[in-house]
Nanobody, 123 residues
Framework: QVQLVESGGGLVEAGGSLRLSCLGSERTFSSYAMGWWRQAPGKEREFVAALLRRSGSSATYADSVKERFTISKDNAKNTLYLQMNSLKPADTAVYYC???????????????WGQGIQVTVSS
């Protein structure tokens, strides 16, 4: 059973920052590739960022968040993070922590999803 619990969302003004956290189990962190997706109102879910190596040494980002968002993880705390800086109203969405046993799956079609957390950026 894969359980993912997101936290850290909320309301922020444009240009501000938020850090999302995703708490998983030790088994999840050692066995799966991890990432973040989001879904804006009226739009389909889209990929945001992923750690492509279980060591966390290689990350990939959607073009829309490059240079603004940073994905990382703390293995000791079994927690995945998404640091979001220079936030824009277009970043408003429900953000999901995702994992997949297939590294490619995290980017294209994750097998497991958290419950999601709302991020709202005001203009």
């Amino acid at each position: 059973q894969v359980q993912l619990v997101e936290s850290g969302g909320g309301l922020v003004e444009a240009g501000g920052s938020l850090r999302l956290s995703c708490l998983g189990s030790e088994r999840t962190f050692s066995s799966y590739a991890m990432g973040w997706w989001r879904q804006a109102p009226g739009k389909e879910r889209e990929f945001v960022a992923a750690l492509l190596r279980r060591s966390g040494s290689s990350a990939t980002y959607a073009d829309s968040v490059k240079e603004r968002f940073t994905i990382s993880k703390d293995n000791a705390k079994n927690t995945l993070y998404l640091q979001m800086n220079s936030l824009k109203p277009a970043d408003t969405a429900v953000y999901y922590c995702v994992v997949d046993p297939n590294l490619h799956g995290v980017v294209t079609n994750p097998g497991y999803w958290g419950q999601g957390i709302q991020v709202t950026v005001s203009s």
